[in-house]
T-cell receptor
Framework: AQRVTQPEKLLSVFKGAPVELKCNYS??????LFWYVQYSRQRLQLLLR??SRESIKGFTADLNKGETSFHLKKPFAQEEDSAMYYC?????????FGEGTQLTVNP | DAGITQSPRYKITETGRQVTLMCHQT?????MFWYRQDLGHGLRLIYY???????DKGEVPDGYVVSRSKTENFPLTLESATRSQTSVYFC?????????????FGQGTRLTVV
């Protein structure tokens, strides 16, 4: 069975500091991995996907199949990055999410 | 308007009552999902559907029923509501689950069972 784990429920950093949100997964096949973000009072929305190898709002995430991880990183956090971040795994007909990490960027 | 909408946005119901949460999408996406969002548990999959008349259980299906007679609608029914079903419910749809295809979420329904 597929599983997504985000070990940190809360993460607090100062503006300008680097940030890393951890995501580990378990899945026997080839995973489709995503990061979704939920800003205050907004809908959950896609931030980035591993297949694109893109950088969105300064965030990047690299799929490490050996460590079964898909950590989200940003070198310099901004206050507007404060939100709930979810790692997600697409497999078969299911889209499974982790527990989420609430990121707070302090001024 | 194109998109995915949930109704109602807020609902208070009593223990033991049946309640149905509605979800409608205008894109004709094949895949639809229902999640509940609870503090400390993140988003947990209740039911999902790969097409009309095809549904399957997710992680936490007990106490819930779904149907999908039309591609655009995916209602979620709590047959006999319990307090543990107090939560925020999100519906989502996606054209595909491959190639990094994005899932789109509704605005959520906040359900309180008293």
């Amino acid at each position: 069975a597929q599983r997504v784990t985000q070990p940190e429920k809360l993460l607090s950093v100062f503006k300008g500091a680097p940030v890393e949100l951890k995501c580990n997964y378990s899945y026997s096949g080839s995973p489709e991995l995503f990061w979704y973000v939920q800003y205050s009072r907004q809908r959950l929305q896609l931030l980035l996907r591993h297949i694109s190898r893109e950088s969105i709002k300064g965030f990047t995430a690299d799929l490490n199949k050996g460590e079964t991880s898909f950590h989200l990183k940003k070198p310099f956090a901004q206050e507007e990055d404060s939100a709930m971040y979810y790692c997600a795994l697409g497999s078969g007909s299911r889209l499974t999410f982790g527990e989420g990490t609430q990121l707070t960027v302090n001024p | 308007d194109a998109g995915i909408t949930q109704s109602p946005r807020y609902k208070i119901t009593e223990t033991g009552r049946q309640v149905t949460l509605m979800c409608h999408q205008t894109w004709s996406h094949s895949y639809m999902f229902w999640y509940r969002q609870d503090l400390g548990h993140g988003l947990r999959l209740i039911y999902y559907s790969a097409a009309a008349d095809i549904t399957d259980k997710g992680e936490v299906p007990d106490g819930y029923v779904v149907s999908r007679s039309k591609t655009e609608n995916f209602p979620l029914t709590l047959e006999s509501a319990t307090r543990s079903q107090t939560s925020v419910y999100f519906c989502a749809s996606s054209e595909s689950l491959w190639g990094g295809t994005e899932a789109f979420f509704g605005q959520g329904t906040r359900l309180t069972v008293v």
